[in-house]
Nanobody, 123 residues
């Protein structure tokens, strides 16, 4: 069982940066693949980025490649999402999730979810 709490959301201007954090509790965090998803108004929740349990492997949706970076600190039980060069299209509620798979990009592979944090990018 893994419990997840996101933080770091807020309002940022286009071109700016934000760093989201996801604090995890539970015995299986260090062996869990972790992911970030987002849900924009009126749209379905969508995959953003994932990282393997060791942090060695990462995977991104095309629209955020070269702008977003996912990382983790297993000693602190935290996973991060650094977001740079943000655009209004990045506006969404961002969710952290834990998977039992090494690296996954589908919601069905993530049984554990945080409550989400709002990110708003103004033009």
């Amino acid at each position: 069982q893994v419990q997840l709490v996101e933080s770091g959301g807020g309002l940022v201007q286009a071109g700016g940066s934000l760093r989201l954090s996801c604090e995890a509790s539970g015995r299986t965090f260090s062996s869990s693949g972790m992911g970030w998803f987002r849900q924009a108004p009126g749209k379905e929740r969508a995959f953003v980025a994932a990282i393997s349990w060791s942090g060695t492997n990462t995977y991104y949706t095309d629209s955020v490649k070269s702008r977003f970076t996912i990382s983790r600190d297993n000693a602190k039980n935290v996973v991060y999402l650094q977001m740079n060069s943000m655009t209004p299209e990045d506006t969404a509620v961002y969710y952290c999730a834990a998977s039992l798979r090494i690296l996954a990009d589908t919601m069905a592979d993530y049984p554990y979810w945080g409550q989400g944090t709002q990110v708003t990018v103004s033009s």
